[in-house]
C-alpha cells in the first residue's frame, strides 16, 4: 500500500514537471484575445496588423478564437486607476483600420462583457474550456500590463498551460508593456514568445492577412 501510495506521488512530481517542457502544439489549445477593441488600437497600426496574423494563424491550425471585451457601461463602486483609464478610452471617437484576420467570424466565441481586467472575470470561461478539453491556451491583447497580465494569472491559476505573445502585446506605455513582458508575466506563466516564433512552434506559416480595411461601425 506505501508503494502505491508513493508510485501515485512520484507520478504526479514527474508531470508536474515536466508540464513547462511538453512541446507547443495546435492541440488542445485555444486563443484567448483580451480587450482587442477598435477604440484600444487607434495609433498601434502594426499591433493590430499583429494580431491580425496570429489570428488567422490560429483559425488556419484549428484552434478556438475566443474574444473578451471591456465594459464601460456598468456602474462600478471602486474604480482603480487601470479601469478609469479603460472606461475613458473606450469613448474615444474613430476606430482603428483592421486587417482581415482581425474582424469575427461565426466560428469565435465571444465571451460576456466584463466590467474588470480579466478574461476569466465572471465570463464562463474557465467552464467552457473545460467542456471543450482545452489544456493550453495563447494570450494576447491590448495591454500587456492590465488585461493580459490579469487574464494570464487566471489561467495559470485555472493550471492552463500558458502563452503569452509578447509581439501581439501592447500597453498604455512602453514602460508598462517592457515591466509586464520581461518582469511580471514571466514569472507567472510557463511561456513567453514572439508571434514569429510561435508559429514556427505550431507548424504554421507567416500568415498574411492582407490590407487593413477601415471599418467604423465594426464592434469587437
Known amino acids: 500500500m506505501i508503494n502505491v501510495v508513493v508510485n501515485r506521488t512520484m507520478r504526479a512530481i514527474l508531470h508536474a ?9 495546435a492541440a488542445h489549445t485555444a486563443l484567448i484575445l483580451v480587450h482587442v477593441q477598435p477604440p484600444f488600437l487607434i495609433g498601434h497600426g502594426d499591433l493590430t496588423s499583429r494580431l491580425g496574423q496570429l489570428v488567422t494563424v490560429a483559425r488556419d491550425n484549428g484552434m478556438p478564437v475566443f474574444r473578451s471585451v471591456f465594459d464601460a457601461s456598468a456602474p462600478v463602486q471602486y474604480l482603480s486607476p487601470a479601469l478609469r483609464m479603460m472606461r475613458s478610452r473606450v469613448g474615444v471617437s474613430g476606430a482603428a483600420e483592421l486587417p482581415a484576420g482581425l474582424y469575427p467570424t461565426a ?49 495559470t491559476e485555472r493550471d492552463f498551460y500558458t502563452t503569452v505573445i509578447s509581439d501581439c502585446c501592447g500597453a498604455q506605455t512602453e514602460a508598462g508593456r517592457d515591466a509586464a513582458l520581461s518582469v511580471t508575466i514571466p514569472r507567472m506563466v510557463q511561456h513567453v514568445t514572439t508571434l514569429a516564433d510561435w508559429i514556427s512552434e505550431v507548424g504554421g506559416k507567416p500568415a498574411h492577412p492582407g490590407p487593413a480595411e477601415h471599418r467604423p461601425e465594426t464592434q469587437l
Open 17 to 25: 514537471g515536466l508540464r513547462r517542457y511538453r512541446p507547443h502544439s
Open 107 to 155: 466560428a469565435d466565441i465571444h465571451l460576456p462583457a466584463t466590467t474588470n481586467l480579466s478574461a476569466f472575470h465572471e465570463t464562463g470561461l474557465a467552464e467552457m474550456l473545460a467542456s471543450a478539453g482545452i489544456e493550453r491556451l495563447v494570450v494576447a491583447g491590448t495591454f500587456a500590463d492590465i488585461g493580459v497580465d490579469s487574464t494570464a494569472r487566471d489561467a
